[in-house]
């Protein structure tokens, strides 16, 4: 099909060349030769004019000459009238009479004209030829018509090839376009058949496949009747038969031949209320005619109790009539076993098979129900191990696991018998005493779990030494329900564990008030960090004292509560600590700070140091050194720029060699480290020559009471000369009086930062100071600090 048309195609192309080419001739044909031929008759004309003007003339004058044979020449107006008679009307001309010896006898007027032809005759008197005459005609008005006959041809030439080319191809492209859509339909209609037909073979495809499927699904299914223990049965009303497939008797193990299912023979199979559900179901299905199934319990052949499902539905007759009952018998023991096992799953924590958290809630609810009837009295102790996250972060999550199944054991074993711990995830352990203790007994056993937990617990590879914190609430005295009583062993537990950890606390009432404000101010922190409100960054200018300009800058967090207002970082910092959630404000001031040093940079501010406090836990929990890199990248702060504090509580756990580690690549980064607090620590000095400090940030307690006493001002230098002993930078803090900077600069102090400067404020205000500040320093006396501290301020 498409063939035929592209046949046409080329056919239609080739008749258009074809009438093009006849057009266009005709077109040059008309154009060319049609004025040609009009000029060229035209021509004729003028010439034909001329040349019998001039036989006329010649032939009057010399008819003339012979009747007046003397001196004609001389008879020029004689002439000149006769020739004049030969003229046409219009017919403009000249004309001129030369004898033989060439000498003109007449001669008319030159014509005014670009173009013109000459006819010339000879006058001949009786055979002597006497002289000649010449005419000649304008040729302009011939040229004019020329040129309206030739553009007329044009005009005609272009409607000839209107007509030809134009018209006749419009037609023709009608045609062809219909002839085109009729073939476009018929490809349509092609492709739809051919659609219709793959569909076809699709749909038969998949109709074969279905069949086969079908074929295997049936055969699985009679396997599966077979594997899956399915039997059927079918109980004829009428004569009130019971008939049983072989299955059944092989999974009920009964011999066919000498066990007769009968009603009676087997409701007596059945165990408990088996036979009376069944019943019951059977009934109505007789009244409802759909399908029913129950489970239910028989005894088998061999003695031993199976679970059974039993579907039953109606047989019905051609009249729409019950006549039976027919269905399947499925062995479900398996699934029942399986069901328990998963019960025993959802309720037993699979680590160290103890009760889990549902299973207790189960507990402690029941107890609480059965106790208010009888009126009896419950403990519940709370038992969470004390940095537990740290160990599992060291040794290991292997080990984390043996420490833990460890301990359940430890605590079973000191439990003993009749009591009910279980493990309500994490490293928290619940023991519920449900029978009434005396206090001193729950006292007793208390530090017998301490103990047993505090020793040395032997690990696979190595032993690892954890305490634990346990919160004890009486039941009911200290909650009625389960949350109550959670909720008060919950908070003697967090009393234990800031007591000091290692110990138990029992619920006390006033406990509530203090711990619950904690707890509170602990929910709006996380609230604060996670919504960015409330939080803030105040700086605190360092003074070098050897340039007399602002070095850098401290970062100090700050928290506006919306109720409390202002809250001190010395509340919120230790109990952001004691949550973790020191982690995600670290990583929100060291961005925060950051952001704002490089701002400072970028408007042109000499550089200046930016310190950032860090806490242990961010080093212990956290990926810091990755922290630090995104954070320098994002902010593009020069490293060198960034100093980051850390105190010595870093060394107070046993991971001594991770911190290094730590602290090693962020050296390796380029950042500074300071070793914050100095003094008010551990102030074990090995670590000092140890780790990569570049900074020692003294504590204020070697400054404070300086001026009046001589020891202490001999504790000071013998601090200084150490940290200058290790290269380190020394930075004062909490430099408040003039005495204080001048003992400092005696002292060779590097570094001061305290209330006598500047307090920590918002950014703009702490780059006021230390632009007023910078250069303002005359003298290097105390006096002059002053002046210029406050000249600066104010
Ligand atoms: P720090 O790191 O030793 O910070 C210096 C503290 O001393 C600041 O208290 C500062 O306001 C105060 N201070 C400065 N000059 C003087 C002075 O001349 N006299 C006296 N008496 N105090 C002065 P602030 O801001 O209340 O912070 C208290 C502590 O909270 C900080 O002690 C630091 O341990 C912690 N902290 C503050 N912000 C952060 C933070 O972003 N991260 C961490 N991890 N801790 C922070
Ligand atoms: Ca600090
Ligand atoms: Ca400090």
């Known amino acids: 099909m498409s063939d035929d048309v592209s046949q046409i195609d080329t056919k239609v192309r080739a008749l258009r060349r074809t009438v093009n080419a006849i057009a266009l001739s005709l077109v040059a044909a008309i154009t060319i030769l049609a004025p040609l031929g009009y000029g060229l008759i035209d021509y004729r004309y ?27 020449q001389y008879q020029t107006a004689r002439i000149a009238e006769l020739i004049r008679l030969t003229e046409l009307p219009d017919n403009a001309g000249r004309y001129r009479v030369i004898d033989q010896a060439g000498k003109v006898v007449l001669s008319e007027d030159a ?17 002597v030829s006497i002289g000649r005459v010449e005419f000649t005609v304008p040729l302009d ?30 037609v023709l492209d009608r045609a062809l376009e219909g002839l085109d859509s009729a073939h476009r339909m018929i490809v349509d209609k092609n492709a739809a058949l051919e659609q219709q037909n793959h569909e076809l073979m699709e749909r038969e495809q998949a109709l074969r496949s279905t069949k086969a499927m079908l074929r295997q699904r049936s055969e699985q299914l009679l396997e599966a009747q077979h594997l899956g223990k399915i039997g059927d049965w079918s109980f004829r009303l009428g004569d009130k038969t019971l008939w ?32 009376r559900r069944l ?13 029913n199934s129950v489970d239910i319990k028989v005894k088998r052949g061999d003695g031993s109790i199976g679970d059974l499902a039993i579907t039953s539905k109606a047989m019905i007759n051609a009249d729409g009539g019950i006549i039976g009952l027919s269905g399947t018998i499925q062995d479900i023991s398996a699934r029942k076993s399986a069901e328990a096992q998963l019960e025993k799953l959802a309720y037993y924590d699979p680590l160290t098979g103890l009760a889990n958290r549902s299973l207790f809630h189960l507990e402690i609810s029941e107890l609480m129900v059965r106790n208010r009837r009888t009126g009896s009295d419950a403990a519940l102790l709370l038992l969470d191990l004390d940095g537990f996250k740290e160990i599992n972060d060291t040794l290991g999550h292997g080990a984390g696991d043996e420490l833990l199944r460890k301990i359940g054991q430890l605590i079973s074993q000191a439990l003993g018998p009749g009591n009910f711990l279980s493990r309500l995830g994490g490293d928290e352990f619940a023991i519920v005493l449900s029978h009434p203790t005396p206090r ?119 928290w506006s509560h919306p109720t409390l207002g202002s809250i001190s970082p010395a509340e919120f910092i230790p109990l952001a600590e004691s949550s973790h959630l020191i982690c995600d404000l670290g990583l929100w001031i060291l961005r925060e700070a950051a952001t704002q040093a490089k701002r400072w940079l970028d408007a042109g501010e000499p550089p200046r140091d930016i310190a950032v406090n860090v806490s242990a836990a961010q080093i212990w929990h956290t990926d810091f050194v990755s922290d630090v890199v995104r954070v320098l990248e994002d902010t593009g702060l020069p490293p060198h720029l960034l100093c980051l504090e850390l105190t010595e509580s870093l060394l107070a756990d046993h991971a001594e060699g991770r911190v290094r580690n730590v602290l090693m690549q962020l050296k390796r980064l380029g950042v500074t480290l300071a070793l914050d607090d100095f003094g008010t620590g551990y102030s074990s000095l090995g670590y000092l020559t140890q780790l990569p400090f570049d900074k020692l940030k003294i504590d204020r307690v ?93």
């Not at 018509?145 to 018209?167: D, H, N, P, W």
């Not at 019951?280 to 399908?291: D, K, S």
């Open 46 to 72: 003028e010439e034909t004019h001329a040349s019998f003007r001039a036989k006329l003339s010649a032939s009057r004058v010399a008819q003339y000459i012979y009747q007046h044979s003397q001196l004609w």
């Open 111 to 127: 014509v005014a004209a670009y173009a013109t032809m000459t006819r010339t005759v000879p006058i001949s008197v009786a055979g």
């Open 141 to 170: 008005s011939m040229i004019q018509r020329l040129g309206i006959a030739t553009l007329l041809s044009l005009l005609l030439a272009l409607c000839a090839y209107a007509t030809i080319r134009i018209f006749p191809f419009r």
């Open 244 to 275: 049983w497939s072989p299955e059944i008797y092989q999974l009920l193990a009964y011999d066919p031949q000498s066990f007769r299912p009968e009603r009676n023979a087997v409701t007596a199979l059945y165990v408990g209320d088996s036979a």
């Open 279 to 291: 019943q019951q179901a059977q009934a109505e299905v007789m009244r409802t005619g759909l399908v």
């Open 440 to 558: 001193s007994e729950i006292e007793q056993l208390a530090t017998t779990l301490l103990a047993a937990i505090a020793g040395p617990i032997a690990l696979e590879r190595g032993e690892a030494a954890i305490s634990t914190s346990i919160g004890i609430a009486m039941i009911p005295r200290d909650g009625s329900t389960l949350n109550e009583i959670l909720r008060s062993a919950d908070l003697a537990l967090y009393r234990a564990k800031e007591d000091g950890r290692g110990r138990y606390r029992f619920f006390e009432a006033g406990m509530s008030a203090a711990v619950q404000h904690k707890m509170a101010l602990s929910r709006d922190l996380r609230a604060a960090i996670t919504d960015n409100v409330g939080l803030s960054v105040h700086y605190q200018p360092q003074i070098e004292l050897s340039s007399d300009r602002v070095a850098g800058f401290e970062a100090l967090m700050r």
């Open 702 to 794: 070697f400054i404070d009471g300086i001026a009046g006493s001589e020891r202490s001002r001999k504790l000071l230098q013998g601090v200084i000369a150490l940290g200058r002993g290790l290269g380190m930078t020394l930075v004062m803090e909490g430099v408040e009086r003039a005495e204080e900077v001048d003992i400092l600069l005696e002292f060779d102090c590097d570094v001061v930062q305290g209330f006598f400067f500047a307090r920590p404020t918002v950014a703009a205000t702490a780059l006021d100071f230390a632009r007023a500040f910078d250069g303002k320093v005359e003298r290097r006396a105390g006096a002059g600090f002053e002046t210029a501290a406050r000249a600066a301020v104010g």
